[in-house]
């Protein structure tokens, strides 16, 4: 029966550039940052949210167009797997999408958090507990290493915003990459800025955030973005 990566060294793993040591890496991360969304108030736990939004799209972004289309390639039950976890990334995608356009201070704000930290949670588990181990023994460490660099290259290259209406699967998702990224990342700063800067800046950086955020509105729903797309996860 397959092992959970949970318990596993990082050798067994297949060694510290492997996709499975990346994938754990990245899911301890984000219960820390989970943790501090929950347990802080004010510019703190904005920022952490932002970190948050910054390691959990990128990270999805990067199981999507490269770790579950090798999965789905790899496993004989792999398209019945993926599927679940892309179901739970939608779900997430619609959720942080709320989170955006609820007052920060509100009840529902932190209804919406607490979902979305459950199903992080729950992805993550499914992932180290099922999928990801049966990927493990069908792929030698020197394969899961190969897949591990190009998980990194595209990790660090992905948007970092919740964009629902994108395909969970190439091409759609691939050709969302460029615009999107550069949109979300720019988001980023001028948000960053903003919190810190003088009050007329700050008014300026989040004026700039918005229509930033019309525009990649806009972008997401170029029908190429939506194709590959399974039924499930259309929104």
């Not at 996709?19 to 703190?44: K, S």
């Not at 004989?76 to 201070?105: C, K, S």
């Not at 919740?162 to 998702?173: D, F, I, K, L, Y």
């Amino acid at each position: 029966m397959p092992r959970s990566l949970a318990v596993q060294t990082e050798t067994e793993l297949g060694g510290a550039l492997s996709v499975l040591t990346l994938q754990r890496r990245d899911h301890q991360r984000l219960d820390l940052l989970l943790e501090r969304v929950a347990n802080t108030t004010g510019g703190e736990r904005q920022d952490a949210l932002t970190a948050l939004c910054r390691l959990v799209f990128p990270h999805a972004f990067a199981e999507e167009a490269v770790l579950w289309p090798l999965v789905r390639r790899t496993l004989p039950d792999g398209a019945a797997l993926t599927l679940r976890v892309e179901q739970e990334h939608q779900e997430i995608n619609e959720l942080f999408t709320d989170l955006e356009q609820t007052d920060p201070g509100s009840l529902q704000h932190l209804q919406l958090f607490g979902r979305i930290a459950e199903l992080v949670r729950q992805d993550a588990r499914d992932e180290e507990d099922v999928l990801l181990p049966k990927l493990q023994e069908a792929l030698d460490p020197r394969a899961l290493r190969r897949a591990g660099l190009m998980w990194l290259a595209v990790r660090y290259t992905a948007p970092t915003r919740p964009h629902p209406t994108v395909a969970r699967r190439p091409p759609g998702n691939a050709l969302a990459a460029l615009p999107l990224t550069g949109l979300d990342r720019s988001r980023d700063r001028l948000d960053q800025l903003s919190r810190r800067a003088p009050a007329p800046l700050a008014a300026g950086c989040r004026g700039a955030s918005r229509t930033l955020a019309t525009v990649a509105g806009a972008v997401e729903h170029l029908p190429p973005l939506r194709r590959g797309e399974h039924p499930s996860t259309r929104t």
